[in-house]
């Protein structure tokens, strides 16, 4: 074979909701090529998805023999591999096979996504329980944490519970399955397990707490199940690829595999280490990273732990070396605005038209045409007498509270393509108000936030940017390479070929520059209004809760 390319690259591999996504990356931050392969998804009840981690491992082999094929190069110059996946849960048992995790009863479906939201009532009991490590989880566990997830199986599949010998997180699978190393990330078990870690170098699983909520098996043989090798992202797993798994990657045997992160906290280092070109930078402390896909993150790092309610977190070292982690987020964003469009009687008018444009690039143009045509100050003013509350999925920050409901103030019999690309818009906007309610409670919790790093799928909707820049008023840095999260997993994989002494000394090599746009001054007040109406459709929808509760 005539190899393309003859430099040090290293291979991201990056597992989201829907697809597998890999890039070979120089060890400079240059990405040289995208691959991806999709996977497949199980929703047999409401509420509930599944996935097959053999049919993620699958996938992961053939974006990576996509990468290397495809350029063609030589794999003596792949140094250094980085894994990074969703919060998703594996189950497998004793001899490492899968286990159901489904009511099907299917052993394939062995993976409890991260969006699933099954263990409501499991959730709701271990917040009952007010155990003193909810407090480094915004004072809440998530129903999409782990472990919720666990009780559930526990109670509801005794047979997976009994024969169950390994829980990991997505991310962790993934080194396993590379390297045959049971270590798992501490970037996973804080974040996802409450794993308790601190500056001051203590590290333990709290085992009170699991003796608590009824699952004491998850102790045994000093937490064998769910891990007790932690070691930091970045860090060399096991001792590099194995011989299978080098025949399945045609890689090299003994490439260097780090520990794992998951997919936001990924994007949160390849984005947070961009330079906004021609703009005064802030300190990495008071930037937020915004990584939007399906659902959005908010990432914030501090030198020291703030504690704020409803916000994850504080997690120290989880992303960052040395720095603690508040990470907020909206459970439904991407998918909001998805389901937004695809469910709107008009959506058949501007699908005809995006056979080479994103529709929502469409959408985008409509709405400048139709600012002009109703004469309005710009395509903010088109939702003045529509406002919508985003949490379609239930709230993930600042409230914290699953069991929330979307609303839709302003619906009318028109069902025309400018009523979409009018809700399409309330819509954008609505997420940009969550994240200024997300920051404001940032801010009373001691953080400050200076400018908006911003990455993922929404990152490159040119209107979505805009909105946030004027609903928060702040400045929004997107990055020159779009591909924040493969970078992020690249930093990783040059750490750990030693290319780099830590994970802070490759970012400042690999991340590059950014595009910053300002806020839209003369729209300030008209979002501050909307704002406030924002507020008071969460208002009004407590008060018709607590009047329906009287009927009960």
């Known amino acids: 074979m005539n190899y393309v390319c003859r430099e040090q690259c290293v291979i991201a591999i990056d597992v989201g909701t829907r697809s597998v996504r890999g890039a070979l990356v120089t060890v400079k931050g240059k990405v040289l090529c995208v691959e991806s392969h999709p996977i497949q998804i199980w929703s047999p009840e409401a509420d509930s998805y599944e996935q097959s981690s053999d049919d993620i491992w699958d996938a992961c082999c053939i974006v990576i023999k996509k990468l290397t094929c495809g350029f063609k190069i030589h794999p003596d110059d792949v140094v250094g591999v980085g894994f990074d996946a969703t919060c998703s849960l594996v189950v497998l048992d004793k001899n ?137 992202p970045g860090q060399p797993c096991g001792k590099g690829l194995t011989e299978d798994a080098a025949i399945e990657l045609e890689l090299k045997a003994g490439t260097p595999v780090a520990t794992s992160i998951v ?15 021609g703009y005064k930078s802030p300190v990495l402390t008071k930037r937020l990273a915004l990584i939007c896909g399906t659902s959005t993150c908010h990432m914030k790092v501090t030198e020291k732990p703030l504690y704020t309610p409803g916000v994850w977190g504080p997690y120290f070292s989880a992303m960052i070396p040395s720095l603690w982690l508040n990470e907020g987020g909206q459970s439904a964003a991407g998918s909001l605005v998805d389901h937004i469009i695809c469910t709107h009687p008009a959506a058949r008018f501007f699908q005809d038209k995006s056979k080479t444009r994103h529709i929502q690039e469409i959408l985008n143009d409509h709405l400048e045409l139709l600012a002009i045509e109703r004469g309005v100050p710009s395509v903010s003013f088109l939702t003045t007498d529509l406002h919508m509350w985003p949490d379609f999925h ?48 940032l801010e009373m919790a001691g953080h400050e936030v200076e400018m908006l790093f911003m990455c993922g799928g929404l990152a490159k909707n040119k209107v979505y940017v805009q909105m946030h820049a004027d609903a928060t008023g702040l400045p929004v840095l997107v990055p020159d390479e779009p591909e924040s999260v493969l970078l992020g997993g690249a930093v990783l994989a040059a750490t750990v070929a030693s290319v780099y002494k830590d994970v802070s000394e490759a970012t400042s090599h690999m991340c590059g520059e950014g595009t910053v746009v300002l806020p839209q001054l003369k729209d300030k007040s008209f979002h501050d209004s909307k704002y406030e109406v924002f507020l008071k459709l969460l208002t009004c929808q407590k008060e018709c809760r607590e009047i329906m509760q009287e009927m009960f």
């Open 96 to 232: 490492f096979e899968p286990l159901t995790v489904s009511s099907t009863g299917r052993k394939c479906q062995n993976v409890i996504m991260w969006m699933d939201h099954r263990a409501a009532f499991q959730a709701d009991f271990i917040n009952k329980t007010e155990h003193m490590v909810l407090r480094s989880m915004g004072g809440k566990v998530s129903l999409e944490m782990q472990p919720p997830k666990l009780m559930w199986i526990k109670q509801n599949l005794p047979q997976t519970w009994e024969n169950a010998g390994y829980f990991f997180d997505l991310p962790d699978f993934l080194t396993w399955r590379a390297t045959g190393s049971l270590s798992r990330s501490l970037c996973t078990v804080t974040c996802k397990w409450l794993f308790q870690a601190d500056d001051s170098g203590a590290m333990f699983w709290d085992q009170t707490f699991w003796k608590q909520i009824g699952m004491l098996e998850i102790t045994e043989e000093n937490f064998k199940k769910i891990g007790n090798i932690i070691l930091a």
């Open 263 to 277: 997919d936001a906290h990924a994007g949160g280092i390849g984005l947070l280490g961009c330079s906004p070109a």
């Open 394 to 441: 239930g709230n993930r920050s600042p409230l914290a509270d699953s069991t929330l409901k979307g609303m839709i103030l302003g619906l009318t019999l028109t069902s025309d393509e400018n009523d979409l690309a009018c809700s399409y818009l309330a819509s954008l906007q609505s997420l940009a108000y969550g994240t200024r309610h997300i920051i404001e409670n």
